[in-house]
Structure formats: C-alpha cells, structure tokens
C-alpha cells in the first residue's frame, strides 16, 4: 500500500491524497483548493493522475475544501463509487450545487474585466450536471460499518466530531496487513452540538491533520462571553455585525450559540440574518440528523420552548436573491452570517462591499482564513480590500473568535493521535492540511512525547507502507 500526498500538504485546502493497493487507487477527499484565483485554476483543474484510473473515492466530511472537486473528477472521466456517510452526502450534494452556481456568478464579473483587459476568459470548472452525475456515484455507508472499497481493501469510518457526518477513514489492506487511518479534519472534544472525536483503532500509519497545531483555542463559555460583549459594544453605537461562515457547520454553530443569547434575554434586539441559500438547506439537514449529536445539546434543545436550537426571536433565514439585496439596503443595526466563509466569494461581498468602508461595522472572523484570500488579508490589517475589481478603504473593525472552530486544537490533536498509538501499532505519522510553521511545531510536540516518526509531506510526496 502506497500513499501519494496531492492536496492539503504544507497548506490547508484541497485536501486530496490518493491510495494505491495492488493495481487498485482509491481517492480520499477531492476538495477545493482556495487561494490565489489563478493558481487555483489551474490547481482545480489539472489532476496530477488520470480521473479515469480512479476506481473509488472516499470522503471524509462534506466542506468544499474536501468534497468540492468531486464534481470535476467525474467530469473527467471517474467513473467508480464515492463512499461517505449519510450526513456527508446530503451536505455534499447541496455544496456542490451551490458550487457550481456560485462560479457561474462570480465568473460573470471576473470575465467582464477580462474581456475589458483582453485577457482569456475563465470557464466554471464543473456545472449542475456534473453535480448530478456526482452525486449519483454516492454510496451511504454508517459509522463503525466495515466495507469492501476495492477488492482486498476494507473501509471504516468513525466519527471525527468535526462537522455534521464527518469521518476520520480506516482502510485495512488485506495482502500486507497494514492500516492506514486519514484523520479527515478533527473536531473538538468540547464541542456544543457534536460528539467527541472517536478513537481509530489498529492504526500502522496515519495521516492527520494539523490546521492548528501551534495553538490553543480559548473555551466555549467564553466564545459566548465573546459574543455577547461584542453585541452589547456593537449594539450602543448602533452599529452592525458581518460574520463571513462556512454555510455548513459554522453557521450553525454561530446560529447556536445566538440561539443561547437569546434564550437568556442577552441579545440586544439586532435583526439577525443568515443570508445563504446553502445555509440554509444545511440547518434543515442539520435538524434531521439528530443522531450525530451529543447527550447534551440533545437534552438542551428539549428544555427549550421552542424545541428549536436553531431558530430564535428576530432570527430571518435568507433564500431569495431580492431578500438579500434588501439587507443591504437597511439602515438598522443587523448581524449579516453570509458565506462564502473566506470571503473568496457568495453573498458577503455584496454586504463587505456595502459596510467595508463604515467604522461603525464589525467583521467578525470566526474560522480558519487560508493564505492569500480576502478574509486573511483584511484580518492582516489591510488597508484596501479588492471586492469584484474595485478597491475600498478598510475602516470596519476585525475580531477574531477562536473558539467556534470546528478543528482542535494543538492539545486535543495530541490527544487523538495518542490515543490512536495506544489503540494500535503506530509506525508513522504524516501530518497534512496545515502551513507549514503550525506542522512543524506540532512535530516538535509529537517528537517530544515520544510518538512515533513524523514527517510533513510536500505536493507530490510518497508514503511507501510496508508490512
Ligand atoms: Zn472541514
Ligand atoms: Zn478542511
């Protein structure tokens, strides 16, 4: 069994490694990769293998950044099964849609300064049909059910607590005995609505993430006490909130923990909008997959009135593009959750673009900003912001609010991966889906503690497993 590292190594998105067992290669993960609109054209693109010669794909939890390339991969000829979970799949297919209309849109734009600038024009890299195609290719599988991918090679997923359906991947190679684990992005061991990440067990080789593995995130009360200081700040200026979310997951968190404010009479009466037809299709899925949660949200959604932890008083969930144009429009204070979460497109702009320049705005950063996009740049206290080809002055203010975040952090990735080594024989680790400074402090840590040997694999890099 052999492992080549293609997406997410020494950077964060695109996550996408390919498996090779005999004359058999699963794909694990497809996703997006963000950042510079240019190389990532060509990075989307471009497969560094054949599509065709895949005969199974896996993915391990439905973010863009990991199940956003799918589509293209069908497109160019992978024509075998996508394994995912039940959650995975029914988030994964409203992602792509909205993929695929998104480029669409954005497109638009870009191609009018193109074609002003007598530069080629860019093409969507997939379209609806192609999402069809997509997401007919999916097979369902539960946790902890063990599955045949390829012939010889069985499949697991356990629950990796880090988004709705998300997986951490065990594949077991019956000609040499080995097991590879693929972490997929790992959640937090205190999150709100989500269980704990689970242990993998007889794992030989890993490949893990390490998003944040040179930080701590704060706690969960305090991402509430956060929160609510910064409504009360933002509300006595009568000023507004713009929170650029992941539609999937992080909206619902930050919906969540809103919903908890107002529950307790603590949110000042802004209008609150999650302004995102993918959010909102995500929120009713979320509602109806009730067994990825924990015992205690569970218990606290039942003690409330409205039985709704996803909804509250002034909350106004978003769909029609006119609806949308309408908040812009409005003069009262209001907390705008739009995606795309990275500010590399969807409907925030359209809000940016409209409060960028007001002091009076807040941008609230609640998730990781990959290098090279709008929100990294604004976060790094830029002073202009290029939103649709035009330049604007940054007078808005920034906050960051850590603790929302879906991905552990340095001493709960510590905590997974030692107890993968105490529920197996590890031989080697390889850490993806992270810069480079966070993985090699990580590194240092695992070297530390006497975890087995850790390498940090670059685009194009092999793991070679031997029994
Ligand atoms: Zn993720
Ligand atoms: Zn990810």
Known sequence: MQVKFFGAAQRVTGSMHLVQCGRFRVLLDCGLFQGKR????????????????????????????????????????????????????????????????LQVNDLRYVNKRRR?????????????????????????RDYEESFEVVPGLTATFFNSGHMLGAASIRL??????????????????????????????????????????????????????????LCQNVWKKRGSILIPAFSIGRTQHLVYLLNKLSERDRLPPFKV?????????????????????????????????????????????VRSAEHSKAINGMDEPVIIISASGMMEGGRILHHLKQRIDDPKTTILFSG??????????????AEFAKIFGVEYPIHCQTMRLDSVSGHADQSELLRWVEAVRDAGELKQIALT?????????????????GLPPVMIPARGDVLNMEP
Not at 55 to 83: C, E, T, W
């Open 38 to 101: 240019s190389e990532a054209y060509d990075i989307n693109r471009k497969f560094p293998f054949p599509a065709a010669q895949i005969d199974a794909a896996m993915l391990s939890h439905a973010h863009v950044d990991h199940s956003g390339n799918l589509p293209s991969l069908v497109r160019q000829g992978f024509r075998g099964k996508i394994y995912a979970t039940s959650a995975t799949r029914e988030l994964a297919s409203t992602l792509m849609f909205d993929t695929a209309r």
């Open 116 to 140: 002003a600038n007598k530069e080629p024009e860019f093409h969507p890299l997939y379209v609806e049909e192609d999402v069809v195609k997509t997401i007919r290719a999916f097979r369902v």
């Open 172 to 229: 077991q190679w019956a000609e040499t005995n080995e097991t590879l684990v693929f972490s997929g992005d790992i959640g937090r061991y205190q999150d709100p609505m989500l269980c704990a990440p689970e242990v993998v067990p007889n794992a030989n080789y890993v490949i893990m993430e390490a998003t944040y593995g040179d930080r701590l995130h704060q706690d969960e009360v305090d991402a509430e006490e956060q929160l609510f200081t």
């Open 273 to 317: 909008f999650v302004d995102s037809p993918m959010a909102v299709d995500a929120t009713e899925v979320y509602r109806s997959h009730v067994e990825c949660f924990n015992q205690q949200f569970l218990q606290s959604v039942l003690q409330e009135e409205d039985r709704d932890p996803l909804g509250f008083r002034n909350l106004y969930y």
């Open 368 to 381: 990781y900003q990959a290098e090279h996009t709008l929100g990294r740049r604004i976060l790094d206290g």
């Open 433 to 449: 889906h992270c810069e480079l400074e966070p993985a090699r402090t990580l590194k240092r840590e695992m070297e530390q503690r």
